[in-house]
Structure formats: C-alpha cells, structure tokens
C-alpha cells in the first residue's frame, strides 16, 4: 500500500463519524420533507408484517379448530395469557422505540445504540421472570378465567410450551422494534413472513402427523420464534446503520428510567387489553363452551381490522419521535391527523365486509353450523368497533412518540376497566340479557374511550403550538 492510498484511508476514518450523520440526516430529512410518504413507507411493510402476525392466530385456530369446539375454546382462554406476552413486548419496544427515534431526530446516534441495547438486556431478563413465574401461576389463572375441566388440560399443555419460547420471542421483539425505530420496517417484514411460513409447514406434522393436537400448535409457534431469531441476530449484524457494541453500550439509569416512563404505562395498556379479554371469556362462559368458542372465531377475525391501525399507529409513533426530537411540531400535528384518517378507512372497509359476510370468513375456523349460528351476529356487532379502535389506538401511540406514556393508559383503562367490564356484568348478571350483550359494551367502551382521547389530544397539540 503507497503512502497516498494510506492518508487517503485514514482521512475516511477520521471522517466516519461525520458521514454516518450525514446518513441519519438525510434519513430524517427524507422523513420530514414528505411525512404521509414517509408514514405509508413505514406502515406498508408493518402492515404485511400485521398480517404474517394475525396469520400465527388465524392458521392454529383453522387447524386446531378441526379437533372440535373444545380446542378452539383452549386456545381462546390461552389468548389473554399470550396477550400478555405480547403486552409486554410492546410497552418495552414502545418505550424504547419512542426514544431511539427522538434521538435520532435530535442527531444522537450513539444515544440511540446506548438506548438499543439496554432494551435488548431488559427483554432477556424479563422472559427469565415470566417463565417463572407463568409456569407457577398459569393453572389457577385458566380456573378463575372458567375453563371446564375439559378444556383446562389442552390450554395448560399449550401455554407451557409457549412459555418455552419467550426466550425467543422477548429478543425478537426488541431487534424488531430496533430497526423499525430507524425507520426500516421491510426488514422485519421479511423475517416474520419467514417464521410465518415455517410455522404454517410445522403445524400440520405437529398437530395431526406427530399426534400432539393443541400442544403442536404451540410447538409449531416457538420452533418459528426460535428460527425468526437466529435470522434477526444475522440481519442485525449486516443490515442495521445502528449497530449494538459492548462499545456502545454504558449503563444509563437516565436511559432506563426514560424507556419504563413511556414503557410502563404502554405495557399495562396492553394488560388491560388481556384483562379485558380475560372478563369477556368469564361472561361468554356463563352460556357454554361453544359462546367461547364462537366469541373466540370472531376476536381472531377482529385481529385482520387491527393489522392496519397497528401499522399506522406505530409508523406515527415513529414519526412523532423524530419530529418532536426535530422540533417540527407543525409536521406533528398533521401527521397524527393523517394516521387516524388513513386507519379509520381501512377498519371501516374492512368491517363492512364482515359485517356483510360474517359466516364465510368464519368457516375458516370451523364448519359447525352451531358454531356458525353463533359466531355471525357476535362479529356482526364487533365490526363496529373496529374504527373506535383506530382513533384511540393512533393517539395513544402518538403521545408516546412524544414521551407521554400516561394518555394511552388512561384512554385503555377507561374503555375496559371503567366502562366495558361493569357493563358487560351487569348486562349479563344483573339484568339477564344474552351473550351479544358483551359485545355490545364492547362498543360502547370505545366510544367513551374516544371522547377522553380526542379531547386529550387536542389538548396536548394546543400545547405545542404555544410552545
């Protein structure tokens, strides 16, 4: 090597810092020179990403549906239990996301690593408590949720496999949430139709060809976590711009503390969600295992309308990070508007074709006309939730974009705790009407949800423009 090409190496080096900014610049620049290009950029691929998701759901249900209406109502107790799961992966991703895009907006790249890797630590000591702990508590928790003793045995069995695998899903989550906070939503994408697949070609040999019903739909699931993580850690390595040292990694109780602030009151939003759910199956129980069942077919069609709304709920919640780290509070506050115009559509398409068809989209899971009879006016009901769903979930995540994990607490803690659950009691216990009754305070909740959201988020705008 001449001594030229040697000063002209160590020119680029002394230079990277610079260029890797310039990369982050023109990354959020890109962003803010067309926000809604930005946001159906970021969305689209989530929103596949959603469907290979709603997928896992829909794909063990159509197969372990096959087995009769008590496995479809094993896994309809076991879905609060996974929800769970879910919930706190998402108030984790959330708080850490919501951080890594405002320093991103701000020009902190080695903030935003920092910040990466102290969630990736905190999800694996989190899927250690919960492995624990779910497998001491898990067969009391499905007898106050109303499992039958028939039913009791197939949702253990599923439940404790798939606490096998939060060892690989807790980590997954977070390197998800990691490139999606960058911006990069194809890259996720791609690894979840992967599992998805793997997962659809595993159930069958599980459930039927290996004889293991239930608890092979669950073997299915955690051998696809298991394989979309080995393919994160690869990605990660060769396709993040932030990359995760021990270099870049300093203890930060700052950092902590600001990712539990969003975080926290994100994962108990989620809670609620699986306690709501958990109230719904101990109302629907009171008429028979085949209202759970039922109920259980419409919740899992329920999961298509909501691909869409958490799309478009966390490409704002990345956009609002990045704009409010930027200061551009203009582009905000349209870009929130935008989110719920855009979600509010397509929940309400999606809806209407439910609403017209409820049957043919519920033979997915089952062909018993009892089952069908069933299932078809509660998830005509449902349908109207949907768009509800859009208005609270978008300003919820919006507000955490800017660092406020409060609202989108409050917002979830009135449609279920303070309005739904009661109703759904005392229309069922008290006053004796039928098992559409909860279906109905479903409805109702949201609404109420969305007024206090609405107002709140007016309020937290008007704030802005003063500032």
Known sequence: MNLKSFGLNQKLIRHLPKLHRMTEKNRVDEFIKNPKKALFTIALPIIIAMMVQTAYNIVDTAFVGRLGAEAIAALTFSFPLFFILIALNSGLGAGMGSLISRFLGAKKKDDAENTAIHGLFISIGLA???????????EPMFNLFGATKEVLPLSVGYMRIILIGVFFMFPSFMINHFFISQGDTKTPMKIQITSLVINIILDPIFIYYLGFGVRGAAMATVISFFIGLVIYIYTLR????????????????????????????????????????????????????????????????ESVAIMPIVAFSIGTLTLVGMFFGAKRYDLLKSIVWFAISRAVLFTTLIGVVFFLFPKLFLRIFTP?????????????????????????????????????GLPGLIINLVRTVLVAIPLGYIFVFVLGFGYLSVAWSMVIGGATANIVAIIWLGHKIRKLNNE
Request: overall charge positive.
């Open 128 to 138: 250690l408590i919960i492995f624990l702990v779910g497998n001491l508590v898990m």
């Open 238 to 301: 060769k396709k993040s711009y932030l990359k995760l040292t021990t270099k870049s990694f300093s203890f930060s109780p700052k950092i902590i503390k600001e990712m539990f602030t969003v975080g926290a009151p994100a994962t108990v939003m989620m809670l609620l969600m699986s306690l709501y759910i958990i109230f719904l199956n101990r109302y629907l129980s009171h008429f028979g295992v085949d209202y759970v069942a039922a109920a259980g077919m419409a919740f899992r069609l």
């Open 368 to 404: 018993d006309q009892n089952l069908l009879s069933l299932g078809a006016p509660y998830l005509r009901i449902d349908t109207l939730t949907f768009p509800l769903m859009a208005v609270g979930m978008i300003i919820s995540r919006a507000m955490q974009g800017m660092g406020y």
